[in-house]
């Protein structure tokens, strides 16, 4: 079975700065979906990035990028020049690609807390 | 604008008391899902649904009920609900195939059962 680890349970960084949030997982599948969401005090699940495992090329949306590194199954988070606003639960999540319940396995999530 | 919206968004209830939580998707989604989230455990799949009347159970689907009669609703049902299912559930929809993974979800509903 799948699993996906975030050891990371709260992370606090400086804002402007840099932070990196670690996951790991563990999956005997070649192919899948790794993604990160981000969930507000507001509660909403929002898709942060996505990287589909046989692109090597690490996926970027503006301030965020990821690390992905598919042999050590590592899929690791980094948020650039931080704004008060990434203050949220961030959540690591997996999809095998051939899973007809397109189910998405979620780790524990780190909160992370950008101080003024 | 495309949505998913659940109702109620906070609930308090008691053991035992039938109720419904709503999901409506307004994208035309085939594919809907629902999820449970609990500290320190991440959101775990309970149910999905293919397509209209094509339901099948996620990885916590004890004490729990779904149906998809229509496209756009895929309620989940709490026939007695207990303690252990105070959580906050979260709906979410996509297309099916290639864009099966970029899944839209609901703003949650905070339930908790006395």
């Known amino acids: 079975a799948q699993t996906v680890t975030q050891s990371q349970p709260e992370m606090s960084v400086q804002e402007a700065e840099t932070v990196t949030l670690s996951c790991t997982y563990d999956t005997s599948e070649s192919n899948y979906y790794l993604f990160w969401y981000k969930q507000p005090p507001s509660r909403q699940m929002i898709l942060v990035i996505r990287?589909?495992?046989?692109?090597?090329q690490n996926a970027t949306e503006n301030r965020f990028s990821v690390n992905f590194q598919k042999a050590a199954k590592s899929f690791s988070l980094k948020i650039s020049d931080s704004q008060l606003g990434d203050t949220a639960m961030y959540f690591c999540?997996?999809?095998?690609?051939?899973?007809?319940?397109?189910?998405?396995?979620f780790g524990s999530g780190t909160r992370l807390l950008v101080r003024p | 604008e495309a949505q998913v919206t659940q109702n109620p968004r906070y609930l308090i209830t008691v053991t035992g008391k039938k109720l419904t939580v709503t999901c409506s998707q307004n994208m035309n989604h085939e594919y809907m899902s629902w999820y449970r989230q609990d500290p320190g455990l991440g959101l775990r799949q309970i149910y999905y649904?293919?397509?209209?009347?094509?339901?099948d159970k996620g990885d916590v689907p004890e004490g729990y009920k779904v149906s998809r009669k229509e496209k756009r609703n895929f309620p989940l049902i709490l026939e007695s609900p207990s303690p252990n299912q105070t959580s906050l559930y979260f709906c979410?929809?996509?297309?099916?195939?290639?864009?099966?993974?970029?899944?839209?979800f609901g703003a949650g509903s905070r339930l908790t059962v006395l």
């Open positions: 999540a997996f999809m095998r690609t051939m899973d007809s319940s397109y189910k998405l396995i």
């Open positions: 649904s293919m397509n209209v009347e094509v339901t």
């Open positions: 990287q589909e495992a046989y692109k090597q």
């Open positions: 979410a929809s996509s297309l099916e195939g290639a864009g099966a993974n970029v899944l839209t």
